[in-house]
């Protein structure tokens, strides 16, 4: 027995998606959805609970992070109602969920909040430059320690108690029983769905898009790897200057192709970008473009006297991992992952 | 008896000849007493063969003719004008069927084909040599008309009519004209108020100096037939004193002591005992309920000048010529704790829904409480497998989503719920739902099986409805208000008007047309009309639609203030009845009356309403009566014509003429067979044959075809790539 609530589809509107309310279950996206099956079956299912507000039947399925929005559906779909929309702002919907600071919830659906939030950082970062006198070795050894302490304290503090929440709504409190045993054996799932996507690939016609994302995906984690673990602006071995410039040029290039799309609005899965989405691919080039151009500088010996390149890449990162990373759109990358893996233990 | 007949008997291309041994028929009848041409002919239907008819029957001076050829479904009228276009009257004119009923379901066995076919023209020639003349029967009718039902159907078709130039008597039982419309505030798709529409209908019929209109009018007696319908009718008083002054009036409507539920609004409000159904309600005299001012005598005192209570109703007599019937419907009153109703305080039917929603302006209030959200419930009463009304009422979808849109558009905030069965909003209409759906009104679907529950939790009004589109998952619907969705059911007094004008009603009690797509707003009486929704369930467009197609079937019956009859009908044999009675009692039509002749009492038939349906005459003890065309000699004499013995030998087949299956008897082959048989050397394939004769592939494929068919050439294995076929001449 469930209460039917049309409050919901007022709250989802925020989360960007306006027009599922036009469906009229005729069940067309899930007959050409290539990655639903009879098993697990969607976008349809989603957009009835999304319009009944059911919102408990939500939150204990795994099933939107099973899209990877080709947008085949919006295509088909004869009433307009956008189910690829509808199952991305659902994504972000759950990701406010999972989040225990309801930080991610604020970002979604509150612009000024956002741009408030990026502006604060900015702030910061210049009040620290100003206490470090511009100096820039002090600056740069900051930065470097900033993210590896960022990365820990975000994954430590936010993301581990996310995916615990994750995990409570999806396997526990459904009261899906899960023998310890499959915990294990079902940890390859994670792993190839974090750096391949593998199941992106049964889309239809997305073979480009996703070899573009996934090495974009190697391109960043390796940057990520390349300037926390390896010192890369401060590194003097060259394979790892080179191996910097081309990961930090993969990320920078490959972003420049998702702006464009997402400019051209051509695929379906590119003519309704949120905030977050226009966040994510703006900060990732820019990250990818100023971290080019700082060991550039570096290497040219004129970083000294563009100290404001350094900065703005400060500011980027700052932003990128204290907002972008933990509230905004980069959790997709880690939620999704393990869905696929909740998923695969749900399955067996 | 007719002495001179004459025979054709068609061979219809080849669809009779074929497997009846027409030209055999067409000699045996040569021998036949009484028969002057016999003939078997190609097509007796042509043009040519209808010319040579004439001038047979002209030369030869026949008094009868009869065609065997196909059914009279499709050629009676063809040759009865053949007859009167030789001067024969189309009377003495039999048709015979010997392909539906003899070449075509016998074609396995010719021989008795031909057999039962000598039979059937046998009977044919006995039946017609009993014809007699007959002319068709003509009427004088009145060229007035009555409209029963003064709702937007009847208004309609008695502006149209009396345009037309008849004279119109506009009967509505209720003292106010309009019907159900004028409830409804604001329609699809003009977005006119209902009330509107009724005052500028009402508005046309005053400009019309042939329309008398009787409100509080009720129908009391019905006589007569077409073109003189007699009916009497009962005016009931509006107990207002007709030379009061207008102010006083509205006075007396102010201070009236007494309120009563006011049945207008569906009880949602009171109102006085003097009253109108809305302020500006038509015609625009007030009504005293004088029962309920019976003690009240202060008043009735104060206001004796304005106030007529000793008015008597009246009885008046009409003659008519026709009569349309527009009575309109019942909204379906759901029982006591149907869904709640009545049981749960805040559920209600749509038409109580649409009468708050114009009682409340600015905020949507329902006992005191505001409503926020909206429960509809479709089908209710209607679509019943089981139930009493098995029908769709058509109308009520489309209604509901338009008043949940009305709902949005005049209240701010108002949630609505649809739970349906199949939503059917057909053509136009469509865009309301589109509409409704895309603002966000939910949409459920239950089955018939499986019915939502309406139900008290505490303070708050649930529907639990098993949702077809949720995988069957059980719902809960928390709703302020829970609307009943109700359809359209025959009127009350349906029952009564089918007795009084004869219309026969369905199952449903809607009244019966008599064919649904050829004869759609007749009756069985003739000179009875019917339209708009005391038909079925139909929308404002389709009343309208209906009540002037009658109005236009009237108007062309009435025009030349004569109607041609069919003279086939019961005729009474005055020296052989003795009226018993069992005729009268038997007829539906009530055509047969007892009347007084030469001291003696027989039974009349009255040709204008008998339809010669030939029910009384078996039923005569006396055997006194008969029905014209049918006369019980002339079906003996059928029964004798099919009896008889007939003689058809096996027809002789020549040995030389057998043909193998699939062959024809071509006598030449047509000039592209030779040509493409020319290029052909022992073996050949279509694309050699192509390239010799410069045609098209698809010509040559085609006839290599069809002369494979035939037999003339025949496939002669495969070319060396496995592509074409040869071919080789057989």
């Not at chain 2, 129908?219 to 008083?237: A, R, Y």
């Not at chain 2, 049981?343 to 409503?371: A, F, S, W």
């Not at chain 2, 040559?700 to 040869?726: I, L, Q, W």
Request: with cysteine.
């Amino acid at each position: 027995m469930s209460r039917v609530n049309p409050e919901f589809a007022t709250e989802l509107k925020k989360y960007g998606a306006n027009d599922f309310s036009a469906c009229f279950n005729c069940g067309n996206c899930t007959a050409t959805c290539s990655l639903s099956t009879s098993d697990s079956s969607f976008p349809r299912e989603l957009i009835r609970y999304s319009t009944l507000g059911l919102e408990d039947e939500i939150k204990a399925s795994l099933k939107p992070w099973e899209c990877y929005y080709c947008g085949e559906c919006s295509t088909q779909c004869p009433r307009q109602a956008e189910p690829g929309e509808l199952m991305m702002s659902l994504r972000r919907w759950l990701t406010a969920k999972y989040d225990w600071t309801s930080l991610s919830g604020l970002m979604y659906k509150s612009l000024p909040a956002s741009i408030t939030a990026f502006v604060l950082t900015f702030i910061g970062v210049l009040v620290f430059a100003f206490n470090a006198d511009f100096d820039l070795e002090h600056m740069m050894h900051v930065g470097h320690l900033f993210e590896a302490i960022a990365i820990a304290s975000i994954m430590t503090v936010i993301f581990v108690p996310n995916i615990i929440r994750m995990w409570y709504f999806t396997i526990l409190k459904p009261k899906t029983k899960v023998p310890f045993k499959r915990y294990v054996s079902s940890i390859g799932e994670f792993f190839v769905t974090m750096f391949v996507q593998k199941r992106a690939l049964d889309c239809d016609d997305n073979r480009f898009r996703w070899f573009e994302h996934f090495i974009l995906v190697i391109g960043y984690l390796s940057l990520l790897f390349t300037t926390v673990f390896m010192d890369w602006f401060s590194s003097q071995y060259m394979f790892v200057i080179v191996f910097g410039y081309v990961v930090s040029a993969i990320v920078f290039v490959v972003t420049i192709d998702f702006v464009n799309s997402r400019m051209k609005k051509k695929k379906a899965m590119n003519q309704q970008s949120q905030p977050s989405d226009w966040f994510f691919v703006i900060w990732l080039f820019m990250m990818g473009l100023t971290a080019f151009m700082t060991r550039l500088f570096i290497d040219l010996n004129i970083l000294e006297m563009n100290k404001w390149l350094y900065i703005l890449h400060f500011t980027i990162l700052v932003q990128w991992a204290l907002i972008i990373v933990p509230f905004g759109k980069w959790t997709h990358f880690l939620y999704r992952s393990f869905a696929m893996y909740f998923a695969k233990l749900k399955e067996n | 008896m007719k002495e001179r007949i004459g025979v054709y008997i068609c061979h219809c291309g080849g669809n009779i000849s074929d497997y009846v041994d027409v030209e055999e028929l067409g000699k045996m009848f040569h021998q036949e007493d009484n028969v002057v041409i016999s003939k078997d002919v190609m097509f007796a239907c042509a043009d040519s063969n209808q010319k040579d008819m004439v001038k047979d029957i002209q030369e030869n001076n026949l008094d009868a003719i009869v065609v065997c050829s196909c059914s009279p479904k499709l050629h009676l009228h063809t040759f009865k004008n053949v007859a009167a276009r030789a001067g024969l009257n189309p009377s003495n004119y039999v048709q015979v069927n010997i392909r539906e009923q003899c070449s075509w379901p016998h074609s396995d066995r010719p021989r008795e084909a031909t057999v039962k076919a000598a039979g059937l023209i046998r009977a044919g020639i006995n039946r017609v040599s009993f014809s007699e003349s007959l002319e068709n029967i003509e009427l004088t009718v009145k060229k007035s008309v009555l409209v029963l039902g003064a709702g937007v159907a009847g208004m309609k078709a008695a502006i149209d009519l009396a345009k037309s130039g008849n004279e119109v008597f506009l009967i509505e039982k209720d003292f106010f004209v309009g019907g159900r419309i004028a409830q409804k505030d604001g329609l699809f798709m003009s977005g006119q108020k209902g009330k509107e529409i009724v005052a500028s209908l009402y508005e046309d019929i005053k400009k019309q100096t042939n329309i008398t209109v009787f409100t509080g009018t009720t129908v009391e007696k019905v006589s007569g037939s077409l073109g003189n319908f007699h009916v009497d009718i009962k005016v009931k008083p509006r107990f207002i004193n007709g030379k009061a002054d207008k102010q006083a009036v509205k006075r007396a409507m102010d201070e009236c002591p007494v309120s009563v539920d006011d049945a207008f609004n569906l009880g949602l409000t009171k109102r006085k005992a003097i009253y109108k159904n809305y302020p500006e309600a038509l015609p625009d005299v007030p009504v005293v309920e004088a029962e309920l001012l019976k003690n009240e005598t202060d008043f009735v005192a104060k206001f004796a000048s304005t106030l007529n209570l000793n008015e008597q109703e009246e009885t008046l007599s009409l003659i008519v010529g026709s009569v349309l019937v527009t009575t309109g419907y019942d909204h379906y009153q759901p029982k006591e704790g149907e869904y709640g109703y009545k049981t749960i305080d805040n559920v209600v039917t749509l038409p109580e829904l649409n009468r708050l929603m114009e009682l409340n302006p600015e905020k949507l209030v329902y006992n005191g409480k505001q409503i926020k959200s909206v429960a509809f419930i479709y089908c209710v009463g209607s679509r019943q497998t089981k139930g009493e009304n098995k029908y769709c009422s058509r109308q009520c979808c489309t209604s509901t989503i338009h008043t949940s849109l009305q709902l949005k558009e005049k209240y701010e905030n108002i949630q609505t719920y649809h739970v349906y069965r199949d939503i059917r909003t057909y053509g136009k209409q469509e865009i309301l739902y589109d509409k409704s759906s895309k603002q966000g009104d939910i949409y459920f679907k239950y089955e018939e099986k499986e019915m939502p529950v309406v139900e008290k939790e505490g303070k708050s009004t649930i529907v639990k409805v098993k949702d077809y589109l949720t995988a069957k998952k059980q719902m809960e619907i928390e709703a302020d208000l829970v609307v009943l969705v109700t359809g359209m059911v025959a009127r009350e007094d349906s029952t009564h008007i089918s007795e009084m004008f004869k219309i026969p009603i369905g199952r449903d009690k809607f009244f019966n047309e008599i064919h649904p797509k050829l004869k759609p707003v007749e009756t069985v009486i003739k000179g009875v009309y019917i339209g708009g929704t005391c038909q079925g369930p139909k929308n404002v467009s389709e009343s309208v639609q209906s009540s002037l197609a009658g109005a236009s079937k009237i108007t062309a019956l009435l025009k030349s203030g004569t109607v041609s009859v069919d003279p086939i009908i019961a005729r009474v044999n005055a020296d052989a009845c003795t009226w018993c009675g069992k005729c009268s009692d038997v007829c539906d039509y009530t055509a047969i009356k007892e009347v007084e002749a030469d001291g003696k009492h027989i039974a009349a038939v009255n040709k204008a309403v008998c339809t010669g349906c030939g029910i009384c005459a078996p039923v005569c003890p006396a055997n006194a009566i008969d029905i014209a065309q049918y006369t019980d000699q002339g079906i003996e004499s059928m029964i004798d014509g099919f009896m008889h013995e007939v003689e058809i030998r096996e027809k002789e087949v020549n040995p030389e003429e057998v043909q193998e299956e699939g062959k024809v008897g071509m006598k030449e082959y047509p000039q592209i067979w030779k040509n493409i048989l020319e290029t052909m050397d022992e073996k050949t394939t279509i694309p050699q044959v192509v390239e010799k004769l410069k045609v098209s592939g698809e010509l040559v494929t085609y006839h290599m075809m069809t002369m494979n068919r035939y037999g003339v050439v025949v496939p002669a294995g495969m070319d060396a790539k496995e592509e074409y076929f040869y071919y080789k001449k057989k």
